[in-house]
């Protein structure tokens, strides 16, 4: 049967036209992408597309249909987990050389999967490829998969099946009839005309290749529909390429090209003329000087600068009914930061890592260490497994969720803390520490009183070290969950055998975690464990693993590592969405009359540059199987991806009728970024974007000035050091003294400035030699190299510091006599610090005041305040506040150099 290529003009207008209801009514419509299959299906719901919309469908849909079981998460975990053995035993009996290869394949294992998965696709063999490579990575990638296949079998009968459709025509063409009544209903497939409409292929993967030739094969008249632009070549050379008959689809010049009118007075030609040999300076700047649609370029300094944005729009009202679009070359790493401020935006899309259970199991499942063959976390892990709400403690009636805060001022003490013993022996230097030292210091005995946590942060020093704070019996609770946690991690991965399937071990967890785990999971958790229950466990038993490798490749499924490209196109919608996707936004946008905003377009965006070779392959290699023309194809799409970058740059500069591009000069691990090459042909006039701190003020009553003869008994216990902390700054008042009993310090840049003032203060006070003072004061930092203590030290014991203690006059609080030496631990400064700045120095007076002017400036000060959160007053003092990344309003000592420059 003929294949045919349709090159049309607009996409927004294409989707339109008559022939969708009339020619290709009872045409099956296959998509390249999910953004253009839900673009067209929208179109149908508005009545513009002609045609039905349920015989819309995307290719990757198709592609998952026709192969089964092989696509399913079930078939890739399993294969991920005999691969992980397969390695594994490789290393265990090999040289040094291929053990470093082993050790890259281990960390980059998705990716060898993949290359595996393609090969087989396109009914490439380990015998067949071995021929052909010749590095020592790719000789030692045919053995591995040479060895994978003997143990798994389903990479040998995906080649089987595929070679039964070539040589059974009518096989495929039965399978073909069953996947797409399954995808577009029984019904709708009775009216199939034996049409395929295959739309917006600018590039092909292997796998489609092959199906596309079976399609020619098996008698189906294929009609290709593509966007294309005669004038412009070399910006639409992918699609050429891609479509050749060179590749056994159709000829060039057999092409049928639209009648529509070509786009003018666009950014798109402007784009466009960069690349053509006949285009003149002044023919640009005459397109430039006549475009029509609106492009708006910002500049933001950095990721916070796009997220106060973000953040407008979204709490604007006014502006909800209007629809923003946002995509990015650099899509995942914007997803990943934006989930962090905004998950509820990321709920709605299924991901079984967005709820607390999804998050215990992954990071239950990757506590076995492989290097070290034991179970280790750290201390992030630990984190979420607390937060997750599944650690409880049934002798104790008590869950861990409740003691994350507990938990984090624990941490700095436990650095570098991995397996069950390091956490169990730390905990236990943690207990004598408190017991043989901080003890001491605990004298006041009027338990009850308002004033009681005052004089507890008067006498006692070490209330200032987060980890020194905390009751004992808080710690040896946390330390019980810490061992609960290891203690369910064991009886998952070392007892019971060492070989389990999938469903014995889910099984298992269920045993473990008890009977009534599920009817403690929130509706949404539920139906997304009872979809993991379907997609892992139901089936068959047969297949048995080592629960450490079982264990790597459920966490990698769990952590989304699994899906390969085509499973990414039947993933649930992002805030920001691949640019790749901007073939479907473009006729979305216009259908809702959505503003695009394409972002993250720095100067390492676009063109696109992620290699699309299969690894470990050379592009040698792939050139000697270039007979394998469905293979070739990922070499085709290697080799023209700057090509590809420039349709689609084209495709939005051309078909976007008010769109906003943007970068961000400083963003993942790079500073002072400039824009796109593309951004710069475009000459747009550059917009800064104009940060306001104030957006979103806190419409809030005086909270303490309404009542402020009242709040005045509250506060008229309060000692001149808590007095102080107002002037040092309102809101680290109002964190320390209005939401806790005091302030204490986690981070270790404050634990240096504890450190020093310790060493100052025991010289001071006990006239002991520098080598006993250093064998004490050292003792209470074991998760410190003995490096760092030597040089802090070095630094801190000195004679003037020393004496300048010694001089230093005692403070009265209730009656009983505190040293003042305690504003140091309070501050982690001493008076003369900033002495020389005018601002610092006014502050001062009253920072480390004493007298009756700190009190009156006190209550002058609290009749003034009128936030509930009192206001802060950002300055270079805030890096020595415990609360510096708590508080929205804080100066980082990064950007010191740029607000001197305002």
């Known amino acids: 049967m003929t294949t045919r290529m349709i090159a049309y003009t607009d996409p927004r207008d294409f989707i339109k036209r008559d022939i969708f209801g009339s020619k290709y009514r009872n045409a099956v419509h296959i998509c390249a992408t999910k953004s253009l299959t839900e673009a067209v299906r929208k179109s149908a719901d508005k009545k513009q597309y002609k045609g039905p919309k349920n015989m819309v469908i995307s290719a990757a849909l198709l592609v998952s249909e026709l192969l089964g079981y092989w696509t399913s998460t079930k078939q890739k975990l399993t294969q991920y987990a005999r691969l992980t053995e397969v390695i594994r035993e490789a290393r265990d009996n090999t040289d040094e050389d291929e053990k470093q290869i082993l050790r890259a394949f281990r960390l ?36 591995i998969w040479g060895e994978l296949e003997k143990r798994d079998e389903s990479f040998s009968k995906i080649r089987e099946k595929i070679s039964k459709w070539q040589n059974d025509i009518a096989r495929f063409r039965g399978d073909l009839y069953h996947s797409l009544s399954n995808l577009i209903g029984e019904n709708q497939i009775k009216k199939w005309n034996k049409k395929i409409l295959l739309h917006g292929f600018y590039f092909i993967t292997p796998i489609q290749h092959r199906i596309f030739m079976l399609l020619k094969q098996a008698g189906f008249e294929l009609i290709f529909m593509n966007l294309y632009d005669q004038r412009y070549p070399e910006i639409f050379k992918s699609v050429r390429e891609f479509l050749s008959d060179r590749y056994g689809l159709v000829d060039h010049k057999d092409w049928i090209f639209d ?88 709920q709605d899309k299924r991901h079984f890592l967005s709820y607390p259970f999804g998050q215990f199991l992954f990071h239950l499942h990757k506590m076995w260490d492989e290097q070290e063959e034991q179970l280790i976390i750290d201390d992030r892990a630990l984190m979420e497994c607390f937060g997750s709400g599944w650690l409880l403690d049934n002798e104790t009636n ?38 043989n030292v901080v003890h001491l210091y605990e004298k006041y005995n009027n338990k009850g009183v308002a ?52 469903h014995d071990h889910f099984k298992r967890i269920e045993e473990i975690l008890g009977k009534g785990v599920r009817d403690s999971l929130e509706q949404e958790e539920r139906i997304l464990v009872d979809e993991l229950h379907k997609k892992l466990v139901e089936g068959d038993q047969d297949h048995q693993f080592l629960v450490q490798d079982l264990a790597d490749a459920i966490s990698v499924y769990l952590g989304g590592r699994l899906s390969f490209e085509d499973d990414q196109q039947l993933d649930g919608e992002k805030v920001v969405i691949s640019f790749q996707e901007i073939d479907g936004k473009v006729i979305e946008a216009n259908i809702e009359k959505a503003v695009i905003h394409i972002c993250g377009l720095d100067e390492n965006s676009l063109p696109l540059s992620q290699s699309s070779l299969p690894w470990p392959l050379t592009k040698k290699t792939l050139e000697s199987m270039k007979s394998n023309t469905s293979l070739y194809m990922v070499l085709l799409r290697e080799n023209l991806k700057s090509e590809i970058s420039r349709y689609l740059f084209y495709l939005f500069a ?78 680290r008042f109002f964190y320390s003294f209005l939401t806790k009993p005091y302030a204490t310090y986690r981070k270790d840049f404050h634990l240096e400035f504890l450190f020093g003032t310790l060493i100052k203060v025991l010289a001071a006070m006990t006239n002991a030699p520098q080598e006993k003072i250093e064998e004490q004061v050292f003792a209470l930092f074991p998760q410190w190299i003995l490096l760092r203590k030597k040089i802090l030290m070095e630094e801190n014991y000195k004679a003037q510091y020393i004496e300048t203690i010694r001089k230093t006059e005692n403070s009265l609080y209730e009656g009983v006599s505190y040293p003042f030496v305690q504003r140091q631990f309070q501050f982690l400064l001493h008076p003369g610090t900033y002495r020389s700045e005018d601002s610092i120095r006014e502050k001062w007076n009253l920072v480390f005041g004493t007298g009756k002017e700190v009190e009156n400036e006190f209550w002058k000060s609290l009749s003034e305040e009128q936030q509930p959160m009192m206001t802060a007053s950002p300055s270079k003092l805030c890096r020595f506040c415990p609360y510096i990344d708590e508080c929205p309003d804080s100066y980082y000592p990064i950007d010191d150099d740029s607000r001197e420059m305002e």
């Open 108 to 143: 980059n294992q998705t990716d060898v999967l993949q290359t595996i998965r393609i090969l087989s696709e396109v009914e490439e063999s380990p015998s067949r490829l071995s021929q052909k490579v010749k590095e020592p990575e790719e000789i030692c990638f045919v053995k």
């Open 259 to 346: 009648k529509g009118k070509y786009p003018s007075s666009t950014f798109g030609q402007v784009f466009a003329s960069s690349f053509t040999d006949q285009g003149t300076a002044e023919q640009f700047r005459e397109y430039r000087k006549n475009v029509k649609n609106t492009l708006k370029k910002v500049v933001y300094e950095d990721f916070y600068e796009f997220l106060d944005e973000y953040e407008k729009i979204e709490n604007d009202h006014s502006q909800r009914g209007k629809k923003i679009i946002y995509l990015s070359p650099c899509e995942a790493d914007l997803n990943n930061r934006l989930k962090e401020y905004y998950p509820e935006n990321y």
């Open 654 to 731: 051309s078909f976007t009728d008010y769109g906003i591009v943007s970068w961000m000069r400083n963003w993942n691990g790079n500073d002072n970024m400039m824009e796109s090459f593309y951004l710069t042909l475009l000459e747009l006039p550059e917009e800064p974007y104009k940060y306001d701190p104030s957006i979103e003020k806190l419409a809030l009553k005086k909270m303490i000035s309404d009542g402020f003869e009242q709040s005045k008994e509250h506060f008229s216990h309060y000692p001149i050091e808590a007095m102080n902390e107002l002037f040092f700054c309102r809101r």
């Open 398 to 435: 008590e869950n861990a969720r409740d003691y994350m805060g507990i938990l984090n001022d624990l941490l700095p003490f436990f650095q570098g803390c991995r397996t069950i013993d390091e956490w169990e022996e730390t905990a236990q230097l943690l207990w004598e520490i408190r017991n």
């Open 451 to 502: 004033s009681e946590r005052f004089h507890r942060m008067l006498e006692n020093p070490f209330v200032r070290f987060s980890y020194l704070n905390i009751p004992i019996e808080d710690v040896e609770q946390t330390i019980r969950f810490i061992k609960q946690l290891f203690s369910i991690a064991r009886s998952l991965f070392t007892e019971n055998g060492d070989r389990v399937s999938l």
